[in-house]
């Protein structure tokens, strides 16, 4: 079965300083990832997505995210944090059952807070 | 904006009862898809349903059902409602079988049972 672990359930960074947020897979093939944001009372944006082509991926807002098969990671980073990515980060995993099937499996989210 | 739409924004009911909520999902995208977010099991896949056919199944109890309907919008059907069923559910659509394997979501519902 495929799963993500994200380590850390809250982050606090300065305004300006690097974001880290950590997510690491198992999977017995290899995987598609993917990182949301939810931001409060609204739903889910896709920030990013891995699916086998550049191991690093650039997402909207200045996320990137690099796939480290042999650390089993898919960390999400931002060099410099703003006020307004303050928000929840979701890791996921898509699991391809057969032709269209799909499902997204969901880590237990990261609540990023911003200091200014 | 997703172009998801989901209606009703908020809902409150009492325990036992039936609700309907209602998906829309983006122009063209034949999948239809169903999470639930609650603090306490997180963000859940319920089911998908594929052009009118249901196609994969995840957590979703038997006192819930959904459908896709021929115009693609879909309904999830939540009945016996128990105060555990208050959450947050979302609907996402995606133009699966397609190689992007993004999905896009929408506002969400949430549910409270009291």
């Not at chain 1, 891995?50 to 480290?68: D, M, P, Q, R, W």
């Not at chain 1, 799909?102 to 989210?109: A, D, V, Y």
């Not at chain 2, 979302?90 to 079988?97: D, G």
Request: aromatic share 12%; with cysteine.
């Amino acid at each position: 079965a495929q799963s993500v672990t994200q380590l850390g359930s809250h982050v606090s960074v300065s305004e300006g300083a690097l974001v880290l947020l950590r997510c690491n897979y198992s999977s017995s093939v290899p995987p598609y990832l993917f990182w949301y944001v939810q931001y409060p009372n609204q739903g889910l944006q896709l920030l990013l997505k891995y699916t086998s082509a550049a191991t690093l991926v650039k997402g909207i807002n200045g996320f990137e995210a690099e796939f480290k098969k042999s650390e089993t990671s898919f960390h999400l980073t931002k060099p410099s944090a703003h006020m307004s990515d303050a928000a929840e980060y979701f890791c996921a995993v898509i699991r391809i059952s057969s032709g269209s099937a799909r499902q997204l499996t969901f880590g237990s989210g990261t609540q990023l807070t911003v200091l200014p | 904006d997703s172009g998801v739409t989901q209606t009703p924004k908020h809902l409150i009911t009492a325990t036992g009862q039936r609700v309907t909520l209602r998906c829309s999902p983006r122009s063209g995208d034949l999948s239809v898809y169903w999470y639930q977010q609650s603090l306490d099991q997180g963000l859940q896949f319920l089911i998908q349903y594929y052009n009118g056919e249901e196609r994969a199944k995840g957590n979703i109890l038997e006192r819930f059902s959904a459908q896709q309907f021929p115009d693609l919008h879909s309904e999830l059907n939540l009945s016996s409602l128990e105060l555990g069923d208050s959450a947050l559910y979302f609907c996402a659509s995606s133009l699966a079988p397609d190689s992007s394997y993004e999905q896009y979501f929408g506002p969400g519902t949430r549910l409270t049972v009291t």
